[in-house]
T-cell receptor, first 117, second 117 residues
Framework: AQKVTQAQTEISVVEKEDVTLDCVYETRDTTYYLFWYKQPPSGELVFLIRRNSFDEQNEISGRYSWNFQKSTSSFNFTITASQVVDSAVYFCALRVAYGGSQGNLIFGKGTKLSVKP | GAGVSQSPSNKVTEKGKDVELRCDPISGHTALYWYRQSLGQGLEFLIYFQGNSAPDKSGLPSDRFSAERTGGSVSTLTIQRTQQEDSAVYLC???????????????FGPGTRLLVL
């Protein structure tokens, strides 16, 4: 069975602080994909990044960076110099490549990030 | 181009009534997914369509829930004899639907907020 754990339910930071959102996943599959989505107060899930299980290169996109470590089954997300507009709920998700449930994303419970001015 | 659209954006109904929720995927996307987001359960997969067929209905919580897709485009999720526990946000997503679909990014609509009184 697959599972995604986001242990941090809520995080509050002050603008310009760096913040890391943790994601730990469980799967026995060797081929899988990991995703991060952002859900602002408007409610729509916005895609941020996708990684496959064979590519452990970390990625940076502007103020966002992702650290994928298979050894610890983690896919953590860091926001550098946070801004108020970063306030949202962030979801980590897993999708396996094979098997009956390959159609669906398995989501963590989400981490609510509040960035205060 | 246009994203995934859903209607209605909000729906209030009385217990026991039937409701229909509509999803219009991104043009050209052959794969379509329904998810449910509730406070207690987080984001849960309901059903997946490839074209007009539904190879994975494993997430539908009961036989009161059904979905169809016609013309490979619009999908309707129907909940019969609604119960209060059906209150949630129902999210629709679509992806290209090509062979390697497990790695495809799912793009989400704004959701329909259903409240059953």
């Amino acid at each position: 069975a697959q599972k995604v754990t986001q242990a941090q339910t809520e995080i509050s930071v002050v603008e310009k602080e760096d913040v890391t959102l943790d994601c730990v996943y469980e799967t026995r599959d060797t081929t899988y994909y990991l995703f991060w989505y952002k859900q602002p107060p408007s409610g729509e899930l916005v895609f941020l990044i996708r990684r496959n299980s064979f590519d452990e290169q970390n990625e940076i996109s502007g103020r966002y960076s992702w650290n994928f470590q298979k050894s610890t089954s983690s896919f953590n997300f860091t926001i550098t110099a946070s801004q108020v507009v970063d306030s949202a709920v962030y979801f980590c998700a897993l999708r396996v490549a094979y098997g009956g449930s390959q159609g669906n994303l398995i989501f963590g419970k989400g981490t609510k990030l509040s960035v205060k001015p | 181009g246009a994203g995934v659209s859903q209607s209605p954006s909000n729906k209030v109904t009385e217990k026991g009534k039937d409701v229909e929720l509509r999803c219009d995927p991104i043009s050209g996307h052959t794969a379509l997914y329904w998810y449910r987001q509730s406070l207690g359960q987080g984001l849960e997969f309901l059903i997946y369509f490839q074209g007009n067929s539904a190879p994975d209905k494993s997430g539908l919580p009961s036989d009161r829930f059904s979905a169809e897709r016609t013309g490979g485009s619009v999908s309707t999720l129907t909940i019969q004899r609604t119960q209060q526990e059906d209150s949630a946000v129902y999210l629709c997503a679509s992806s290209l639907g090509s062979f390697g679909r497990a790695e495809e990014t799912q793009y989400f609509g704004p959701g329909t907020r259903l409240l059953v009184l």
